[in-house]
């Protein structure tokens, strides 16, 4: 296992280049940019994220910060409605962001600044882009986490239920709730949740903004915790409701094709309970697909399905950052929660497939040459 995993980990390398090579030559062909967004703002024509750069050789006007390790799309000299700037201006302005060198030289320099971890300062907010990393995770995390363990804690218990009960009363009621879950997307449940339980209209039970209150560093530690799970309920049980129905369904067709399987029939007939049969046998080849996209499921979560619900309950996390980085064209940000979440999915990637074998000592992954 030793030589798989060192394996593992050195593919890990030209996968991670591969990402933000593709990734890169996507943004060299989209419209659009930090330099063409402050000349849009300069002429009128358009607004874009503020900070401050000189202009020419007087005025002042609303920019971003110094250039980072983020790569990009200008055309220098194509800027719609750049008529009348001073072409030196725009020259300073390609130069702060980086844009003057060619394409092939900024994205190595990326590649060797992400090497080790730097990945410059955003264009539009005068941090670095690990800071601003840094200063959202605790929410990302949270709402991450908390929904990744709920949904699996009430998925799979769920779903063998209904394999074990397949046709009953329950297994039917069950998928009636499974249905109108995976039908209600999670953030039409967490304005639902909002007008009924956060102030809307009827009730006034749970916050609406951030993930603690102003005064939770003046609680006791068990009110702290208490102030925290107040705050994420609502949050958290939107993203429960919109993600658990897959799972619940996977799981059930999971344990329902290995329940058919002749090796169930045999240990059966030599007189295993049924209890043994089911989490001695059954469970260790049906959770191997379920497990499977534990990954996939956490990183998507972590950083893309959480947006909508970040924005609505105002949790200033990963998700609502990727999404207005994009937004304002702030390639070292873009860039470098797209390098993290690159790196922690291959690393989940790999952790699964430990647990492959944890789950069933069988599975050999040295021994088929993976």
Do not use: C
């Not at 907010?125 to 929904?147: A, H, M, N, Q, Y």
Request: hydrophobic fraction near 50%; charge should be negative; aromatic fraction near 12%.
């Amino acid at each position: 296992m030793t030589n798989y995993i060192l394996r593992r980990v050195l593919l890990m390398i030209p996968t991670l280049i591969g990402a933000m090579l593709i990734n890169f030559l996507i943004v060299q062909g989209a419209p659009g940019g930090p330099v063409q967004q402050v000349i849009s703002q300069v002429t009128g024509t358009g607004v874009a994220a503020t900070q401050r750069v000189t202009q020419g050789g007087g005025g002042e006007m609303e920019t971003s910060g110094p250039s980072g390790g983020g790569g990009g799309a200008e055309v220098r000299g194509d800027y719609r409605g750049a008529q009348g700037l001073d072409p030196e201006f725009i020259a300073e302005l390609e130069e702060q962001f980086g844009f003057d060198k060619p394409a092939h030289e900024r994205f190595l320099h990326m590649l060797g600044n992400y090497a080790t971890f730097d990945f410059g300062e955003s264009f539009f907010r005068s941090r670095s882009v690990t800071e601003l990393i840094v200063d959202k995770l605790p929410v990302s995390i949270s709402l991450g986490l908390w929904t990744t363990l709920l949904t699996y804690g009430l998925s799979i218990p769920l779903g063998i239920r209904k394999a074990v009960k397949d046709g009953s009363r329950f297994d039917v009621w069950t998928s009636v709730v499974v249905l109108v879950g995976n039908a209600i997307p999670a953030f039409m449940f967490a304005v639902f949740l909002i007008v009924v339980f956060a102030g809307g209209a009827y009730l006034d039970w749970f916050p609406l903004r951030g993930i603690v209150s102003d005064d939770w560093e003046t609680l006791s530690l068990p009110m702290q915790l208490v102030d925290y799970l107040w705050h994420m309920t609502l949050p958290i049980l939107a993203l429960v409701i919109g993600s658990f129905a897959g799972l619940t369904m996977l799981t059930k067709n999971s344990f329902l094709d290995q329940i058919s399987q002749q090796y169930v029939t045999t240990a059966r007939a030599k007189g295993l309970s049924e209890k043994r049969v089911l989490y001695g046998h059954v469970f260790r080849n049906a959770m191997l697909i379920v497990i499977a996209g534990f990954p996939v499921a956490f990183v998507n979560i972590l950083f893309t399905g959480a947006v909508l619900i970040e924005i609505l309950f105002s949790l200033d996390g990963l998700g609502l950052l990727g999404f207005e980085a994009v937004v304002n064209r702030d390639y070292p940000v873009m860039f470098g929660t797209l390098y993290i979440f690159t790196l922690l999915g291959l690393i989940l990637q790999l952790v699964n497939d430990i647990m492959y074998t944890v789950i069933d000592p069988r599975i050999d992954f040295e021994a088929r040459g993976a």
